[in-house]
């Protein structure tokens, strides 16, 4: 690091990038090692089974899922086509001008 003027220190992209490197490993390493601690569950522990029989579930209460068979009420729509304008060009299209 080298002094200015004003009596600070520069600090070079390349010390500030290894630095912002230096910070997030240690904050991995913390994060691990915070997992490891608050975890509950141990190497030397068998895992519980499951329990033997059918899987019992609570009924539904959020709502209800209603069908509506009548027909939707309105004016009849009828299709539209439009007239056409040009005549039909053959594929593909050349490039000359008649």
Same mark, same amino acid.
């Given at each position: 690091?080298?002094?200015?003027?004003?009596?600070?220190?520069?600090?070079?992209?390349?010390?500030?990038?290894?630095?912002?490197?230096?910070?997030?490993?240690?904050?991995?390493?913390?994060?691990?090692?915070?997992?490891?601690?608050?975890?509950?569950?141990?190497?030397?522990?068998?895992?519980?089974?499951?329990?033997? #029989?059918?899987?019992?579930?609570?009924?539904?209460?959020?709502?209800?899922?209603?069908?509506?068979?009548?027909?939707?009420? #309105?004016?009849?729509?009828?299709?539209?086509?439009?007239?056409?304008?040009?005549?039909?060009?053959?594929?593909?299209?050349?490039?000359?001008?008649?």
């Amino acid at each position: 690091m080298t002094e200015t003027v004003w009596g600070w220190s520069q600090v070079s992209s390349k010390q500030l990038k290894l630095a912002a490197a230096g910070v997030g490993a240690g904050a991995v390493v913390a994060m691990g090692a915070l997992g490891v601690a608050f975890s509950d569950v141990s190497a030397a522990e068998e895992p519980t089974p499951a329990p033997p #029989g059918p899987v019992t579930t609570s009924e539904i209460t959020t709502g209800e899922t209603v069908t509506d068979s009548s027909e939707v009420e #309105g004016p009849q729509t009828s299709v539209v086509v439009p007239p056409i304008t040009t005549t039909p060009s053959t594929f593909p299209p050349t490039a000359e001008q008649h």
